[in-house]
């Protein structure tokens, strides 16, 4: 028991990694997105072609919910040119309830697990 | 303005909600002519797709006069009536480069509950809930449409709103179904489920060559309309559907099996007891009864085409039969995008028509007793489109 309890617990990768639409060398050299750059400065970085001309892998050491949507907004820019939104959108009423968790439940549905 | 909100579970209120803006620089208003109701907004309205919120607006299946564009925005104009495709694309993403348009990378803000239940998450959609994006829909006055540019299609000028409101999910959806399928010359076909996306995965098989479309369905009226298309139909409840369709193929089975019924499928018997007792205590997601049907009926080394809806888990999933019958799954939700512009074009032809599975034109203010109508499929109710311009108790055009 004590080993199947053990085993039922893999090690998690710590690197979180998207696919770019983009030149790896448009993300390394130095005029690379000044986006990219920040998130360098506080995370390792991994940046190398995907296969089947796919374009660029991204991989991001230690990335928790902030970092990961920062992430996803760089690809974003990176392949449309922005980063959609969808706060400030049309509403009903919301009820006691979904007002005092509305932030929680758009974090938990935004960030994602890792 | 005036908008169709969900405000719990089977409750939908119209509510006075501010006007949408322009949030991107890619972004349209799009005043709206026409909205129709979908057979996957009663998975919202019957509670069975998580994280909707009371005020939500609903709809996504729409048309409308484009009447303001961020400055991003290159191809539409203000002015333009506009049919918009119900799954938003980004356009500039590899899985929307290479038209599988509902895996878009880039326009569900808000993954996390997908990447949970399914690994990735897909693209967003109008008015169907926070996991598909949080964008609000089109039972209203005016939405807010991102990346107009790729989303919006130009309505030919003969093409009527009560069919081009359907270019933006039944037509092309019915039409992905046969696709997926590579329905061809001399195949039989059945579709399982006879509303619109069903009609219209029975039409798109017969313009693909298939020799015989069997419907399958248990109301007379929707039978009656697919019997109209030039199909053959299977009432349900009156006939045992595996030994009729080996019947009707001389025991080979149908080449493609077309689902377009989803996770609240319908059924007789003892498995019917079973998925609606293991749905309602949560011990399943989706009620797998059409699907398993699809998969046993279909031939050797056939196709399975899953349009219907489903969220996660069906149970009693037939892998045997899949894997030993060498079957070929697919399924996803509409890429729009490859079919909307062709289907437009064919409307304007007059070459298909859409505008039957229209059968209950009312008001926006009409909105909850259109739901009504419609999850109880009473008074021959197909599709209940609500257009906001018409006043309430008179009937649209």
Redesign the interface.
């Known amino acids: 028991m004590a080993r199947l309890a053990r085993e039922a617990k893999p090690e998690e990768t710590t690197w979180y990694a998207v696919t770019v639409r983009a030149d790896p060398a448009e993300l390394t050299g130095p005029d690379r997105p000044a986006a990219l750059a920040l998130l360098a400065e506080r995370h390792e970085l991994r940046i190398t072609p995907a296969p089947g001309g796919r374009g660029s892998e991204i991989a991001v050491r230690d990335a928790g919910g902030d970092t990961r949507e920062e992430v996803r907004a760089i690809k974003q820019v990176l392949e449309t040119g922005e980063a959609l939104v969808v706060e400030g959108q049309p509403e009903g009423h919301r009820t006691l309830l979904g007002r005092a968790g509305g932030p929680a439940f758009r974090q938990l549905t935004r960030r994602g697990p890792r | 303005?005036k908008?169709l909100?969900w405000?719990g579970v089977n409750e939908v209120?119209v509510?006075e909600?501010?006007?949408?803006?322009i949030?991107?620089?890619?972004d349209a208003v799009i005043k709206v002519i026409a909205s129709s109701v979908c057979g996957s907004d009663l998975h919202l309205l019957d509670g069975y797709v998580p994280?909707m919120?009371?005020?939500?607006?609903l709809g996504h299946e729409f048309v409308g006069e484009v009447v303001e564009v961020g400055p991003?925005v290159r191809e539409r104009r203000v002015g333009e009536r506009v049919t918009v495709c119900s799954i938003i694309g980004?356009?500039?993403?590899?899985y929307c480069?290479q038209g599988l348009w509902s895996l878009c990378?880039?326009?569900n803000?808000?993954?996390?509950?997908l990447?949970?239940l399914n690994g990735h998450?897909t693209a967003?959609i109008f008015g169907y809930s926070?996991?598909m994006?949080?964008?609000?829909g089109s039972h209203?006055e005016?939405v807010?449409v991102?990346?107009a540019d790729v989303n919006a299609f130009p309505v030919p000028d003969g093409v009527p709103d009560a069919g081009a409101v359907f270019a933006s999910d039944a037509v092309p959806t019915g039409w992905m179904g046969a696709d997926l399928g590579e329905v061809g010359p001399g195949d039989v076909v059945a579709v399982w489920g006879c509303g619109g996306v069903g009609q219209m995965a029975a039409l798109a098989s017969l313009r693909m060559g298939a020799e015989r479309v069997i419907a399958i369905d248990r109301f007379p009226e929707r039978l009656a309309m697919a019997a109209a298309v030039g199909a053959e139909t299977l009432d349900y409840e009156r006939v045992d559907v595996l030994d009729a369709l080996k019947e009707l193929t001389g025991g080979r089975g149908p080449d493609v099996c077309i689902e377009a019924v989803g996770m609240e499928s319908h059924g007789t018997g003892a498995q019917y007891a079973y998925d609606r007792a293991k749905q309602a205590l949560r011990l399943e997601t989706d009620r797998g009864l059409s699907l398993r049907q699809a998969i046993h009926a279909c031939r050797k080394g056939g196709t399975v085409s899953v349009l219907g809806v489903f969220l996660g888990l069906v149970d009693k999933f037939p892998m045997g039969a899949v894997m030993n019958k060498g079957l070929t799954l697919r399924g996803a939700q509409q890429h729009g995008h490859r079919y909307i512009p062709m289907i437009l074009d064919l409307m304007s032809r007059g070459e298909i028509d859409a505008s039957p599975l229209l059968t209950h034109p009312l008001s926006l203010e009409d909105g909850p007793k259109g739901y009504e109508l419609f999850k109880r499929k009473e008074d021959g109710c197909v599709r209940a489109v609500f257009h906001p311009d018409v006043r309430p108790g008179t009937e649209a055009p």
């Open positions: 303005m908008a909100c405000t209120s509510e909600v501010p006007d949408p803006a949030l991107n620089r890619q994280t919120a009371a005020g939500d607006v991003d980004c356009g500039g993403c590899h480069k990378d880039n326009t803000p808000n993954p996390g509950f990447e949970k998450a967003g926070h996991a994006g949080g964008f609000a209203a005016y807010r991102p990346y």
